[in-house]
Structure formats: C-alpha cells, structure tokens
T-cell receptor
Framework: EAGVVQSPRYKIIEKKQPVAFWCNPI?????LYWYLQNLGQGPELLIR????????DSQLPKDRFSAERLKGVDSTLKIQPAELGDSAVYLC???????????????FGPGTRLTVL | GQQVMQIPQYQHVQEGEDFTTYCNSS?????IQWYKQRPGGHPVFLIQ?????EVKKQKRLTFQFGEAKKNSSLHITATQTTDVGTYFC????????????FGSGTQLTVLP
C-alpha cells in the first residue's frame, strides 16, 4: 500500500513568488494534516481537515497561506507571496479517524523542502 | 495554548549505552504519542500511551506515561547505531483531544 505522497520534494523560489504543495493521503484516510517543520524543531500544525472540512486552521497565516481539499482526498497548500521566513519543510500527514476512536496514529509524507531566496 | 517540552535537545552516547528523553506538558494530556525521525526523513509513529502510569515496551524501547498524565519518557537500552534520529513526543490535551502538539524533539547520536 502506498504511503502519503507529496510533491514536489524540493522547491526553490524567490521571495514574493507563489508556491503550491500537493499531498495525496493514504487511501481511506479521512483526516489530513499540513505541518510546518523548521530545522531542529518539531512539526507545527498549520491546518487539519476531516474529509473536505477544515476543522482546525487556527495556526494558518491566512494572509498568505491557503489550503483546499475539495473532494476530501488530496489537498493543496499554497503560499502567496512567499517570504524568506517561509523556508522550511512542509509535511503532510493523514490518519483514519473513527467515531469510536479518535486517538489514531498519523502517517507522514516525505515532505516538501521549501527554500525562499 | 498547550506547550510540550522535551529534554535534552541533543544527546550523544556511545553504542551500547542507554538513552532517555523526557517530555513535559503544560496541560493534562488525554494521550501521548512518540515518533522517530531519521536524518533527512519524516516522522514515523512508534507508540501511543493513553492510561495514567502506563508502561509499554518495544524490544529495547520502554515508554512511560506519568501518573498525572502531564509527562512521559522514552528509554532505550543498549543503543545501536540504528537508533540514530530525532525522537518526538506529541501530546493531545484533554480539552482538545483531536489536536496533537509536538515537542521540539531530542536528537540522538550514537557513536560506534
């Protein structure tokens, strides 16, 4: 079974340019997460989807970041315009949340390493 | 908001020595998960603890959840070079059970 797929793996852009990341979760996983990970730090949640609904986007900088998961499967995270401080690894994760058990492990993708020059 | 702190930030051990990382939360947790991230890799789930005082073992790894459900530890016995990586704890607060907050991790280096 394929794991969480992310693309691109690496992206280098100049500041003020737009950038988009794509994530395809594990088949059947209804919950999808986007995290930001800076060097030497743990992942920080940006947004969490349950199916197509964004249920937690409190940490998403909405002035420049946007995300969508239109059909409740794959998802796109966009930054427009990018700033120097956005350089980081953007991780996507998915899990299967059920009504009876909300404590499920998250499966992470390989991440997209963004460098903003 | 909820804060999860880990110590130490870095640990160098000689192969065969033991290793322990500690995780402390500012709030009571409903459960805690541990992940391992190899250099250049992504976090991989290791285990989840739910009950107060719970202890779980995976071969040379022993995980503990504190009685007050505010702290946890991971202990590795007789480290091997394959144990190299960063170990993260991630806690769910009792008030918001679906939100997972990651600690800053402990980076383990094992010297052969």
């Amino acid at each position: 079974e394929a794991g969480v797929v992310q693309s691109p793996r690496y992206k280098i852009i100049e500041k003020k340019q737009p950038v988009a990341f794509w994530c395809n979760p594990i088949s059947g996983h209804n919950t999808l997460y986007w995290y930001l990970q800076n060097l030497g730090q743990g992942p920080e949640l940006l947004i969490r989807y349950e199916n197509e609904e964004a249920v937690d986007d409190s940490q998403l900088p909405k002035d420049r970041f946007s995300a969508e998961r239109l059909k409740g499967v794959d998802s796109t995270l966009k930054i427009q315009p990018a700033e120097l401080g956005d350089s980081a690894v953007y991780l996507c994760a998915s899990s299967l949340q059920t009504s009876g058990n909300i404590y499920n492990e998250q499966f992470f993708g390989p991440g997209t390493r963004l460098t903003v020059l | 908001g909820q804060q999860v702190m880990q110590i130490p930030q870095y640990q160098h051990v000689q192969e065969g020595e033991d290793f322990t990382t500690y995780c402390n939360s500012s709030t009571t947790l409903s459960n805690i998960q541990w992940y391992k991230q190899r250099p250049g890799g992504h976090p991989v789930f290791l285990i989840q603890l739910v009950k107060s005082g719970e202890v779980k073992k995976q071969k040379r790894l022993t995980f503990q959840f504190g009685e007050a459900k505010k702290n946890s530890s991971l202990h590795i016995t007789a480290t091997q070079t394959t144990d190299v990586g960063t170990y993260f704890c991630a806690g769910r607060s009792s008030g918001s059970a679906r939100q997972l907050t990651f600690g800053s991790g402990t980076q383990l280096t094992v010297l052969p």
